[in-house]
């Protein structure tokens, strides 16, 4: 072409519709046309706006009542405490084990305070699950876990070879005495009930006390993710009001930068005016916090190679490559190889059905501990004074990301669980070793960033594949996200925090059902077990 054919005046250029279109609309269409402004303006010179000035709608928005606690402590500032987000329980699901075991032993608490006429009827105890709890409890033990609480037993102190027990001799009777005469209980009254239905959350479950066909009490609950729960006419329990109130990373940074505070300060204050405890009182259960996350990654470490229990036959791998990554050349491959191991360490005792923590959730319970346990004795060994601000500096990124978005991955997919996790991790480890507010919010926006979009497809509903492995990168991410962070210019970081959760938000309710923990896409489809 001759260089003067392109000379003289601009040509008409028509305008472009620059809205996001409809859902449903042709998609490669889309592209061309976004192909063809770009060209446009490269030719003309002319600057395009943003294409999608329209955020798209939701093609399968998530149906939550909304008198539902989680829903209405989606408003307002955050409250929530280390005691209630951190939380000891068995595996492998926060949602799906440690959940329905808080249900069935609130259940059975209320039982022992009827009225004795009305206990010395009691005949039986029933459970009914329904929705992601009935489509993939099985694979995760929700059975088990659910008569547990209902003969007695506290999620945080169950004895693990109990649950262990009940998987390999699932016949077993148990008596519970409520009144003058014991009844006896089995997994038989653990009902798997309808999996789709219009309930109030996807984690659904109702609680019979019956004397024979007669109701004596019921209750239904929510397990609404995280280990939280909630019952039908449920009223929160009243708290103090925090000293720095906020909803987003923004108002918290305003609140650090204004008052010289750090993270872990803002988080401290604000445990001990909404909980009434004392900073001790708090650093006292953060201290058991840490040994608990310490003991599950040593305890996954000293396992030896084991095939975990379910039909997906898997190897434990966190032995074997826990030894391999110490004789790793090359610090930072050996550094990598240690993360990933103490991150399998801590998923395979969780898939093992043993006891872990909540940080956020069961399903991600490898993350948290991998980055405390490479924090303190297992790698760089900083303080556990440290570590427990590191804690709470984690602890401020997964309230902001349950108030504004899901921890569950009924609701959200594993974005909502790995995601969160390792941007909890991000922000804990910029905490542990002193950086600014603006480090830890742009370092765990990194990480939550890049699991954006991650589905929850458990093969055969098991919390195995791909949800161990899936632990290690959390974790790594984890790390990755905070040293861009730290070696960046904070300034220059185009996205924040608070604009990646909503993003998460999005995402969740924009997410197909089969990619949230009912194991009908994905791997769990494309997977055949032989």
């Not at 329904?130 to 102190?157: D, Y």
């Not at 329990?237 to 990373?249: D, R, S, V």
């Not at 220059?492 to 604009?499: A, F, G, I, P, V």
């Amino acid at each position: 072409m001759a260089a003067d054919s392109i000379s003289g005046p601009t040509p008409f250029v028509p305008t472009l519709d620059l809205t996001e279109p409809p859902f449903g609309s042709d998609r490669r269409a889309f592209m061309m046309r976004s192909a063809l402004a770009v060209a446009i303006a490269a030719l003309t010179g002319r600057p395009i706006a943003a294409f999608a000035q329209v955020p798209a709608t939701s093609p399968q928005p998530v149906k939550l009542d909304p008198s539902l606690d989680v829903v209405k402590k989606s408003k307002g500032p955050i409250v929530t405490t280390v005691d209630e987000f951190y939380k000891v329980g068995p595996g492998p699901s926060s949602s799906h084990t440690i959940g329905p075991m808080r249900i069935t032993y609130d259940f059975y608490q209320r039982c022992t305070k009827l009225p004795a006429a009305e206990r010395d009827q009691a005949t039986a105890l029933k459970v009914n699950l329904f929705g992601s709890l009935s489509a993939t409890g099985k694979g995760h033990g929700t059975e088990r876990a659910s008569l547990a609480g209902i003969v007695g037993k506290e999620p945080a102190t169950v004895d693990p070879a109990f649950l262990d027990g009940l998987a390999t001799d699932p016949n077993q009777v148990f008596p519970v005495k409520l009144g003058a005469k014991p009844f006896d209980v089995s997994l038989k009254d653990v009902v798997y009930d309808a999996p789709k239905g219009d309930f109030p959350h996807p984690n659904t479950m109702t609680c019979k006390l019956m004397a024979g066909d007669k109701v004596l009490l019921e209750q239904e609950y929510y397990s609404v993710g995280g280990g939280f729960i909630e019952w039908k006419g449920y009223v929160a329990p009243k708290k103090g009001a925090p000293k720095y109130p906020y909803q987003t990373m923004a108002e918290v940074i305003a609140h650090c930068s204004k008052n010289n505070l750090s993270l872990a300060q803002l988080a401290m204050a604000n445990e001990v005016s909404v909980s009434g405890k004392s900073e001790a009182e708090v650093n006292a259960y953060l201290d058991k916090i840490l040994a608990a996350m310490n003991a599950t990654v040593k305890t996954g470490l000293a396992a030896p190679t084991s095939t975990l229990p379910g039909p997906i036959k898997l190897k434990t791998k966190a032995n074997d490559i826990h030894k391999k990554a110490l004789t790793q050349e090359g610090e930072a491959r050996r550094a990598v190889g240690l993360v990933s191991a103490y991150a399998l360490a801590g998923s395979e005792e969780n898939a093992r059905g043993h006891l872990v923590i909540t940080a956020p959730t069961g399903g991600s319970a490898g993350v948290m501990p991998a980055v405390i346990y490479s924090l303190g004795e297992g790698g760089a060994k900083l303080s556990d004074a440290k570590l427990r601000e590191g804690l709470l500096a984690g602890a401020v990124v997964g309230y902001l990301c349950k108030h504004n978005a899901t921890l569950s991955a009924a609701e959200g997919g594993c974005q909502a669980e790995i995601g969160v996790a390792s941007a909890m991790g991000a922000a804990c480890i910029a905490q542990a070793y002193g950086d600014s507010p603006q480090v830890a919010a742009n370092g765990a926006e990194g990480a939550l960033e890049h699991h954006l979009g991650m589905t929850c497809d458990p093969v055969a509903g098991f919390v195995q594949i791909p949800c161990i492995e899936r632990c290690a990168f959390g974790a790594v991410k984890a790390w990755t996200g905070y040293l861009i962070a730290k070696n960046e210019i904070p300034a220059n970081r185009r996205l924040d925090l608070d604009t990646t959760i909503n993003a998460l938000a999005l995402t969740a309710k924009e997410m197909n059902s089969k990619y949230k923990e009912t194991s009908e896409g994905g791997l769990a489809v494309s997977v055949t077990l032989c």
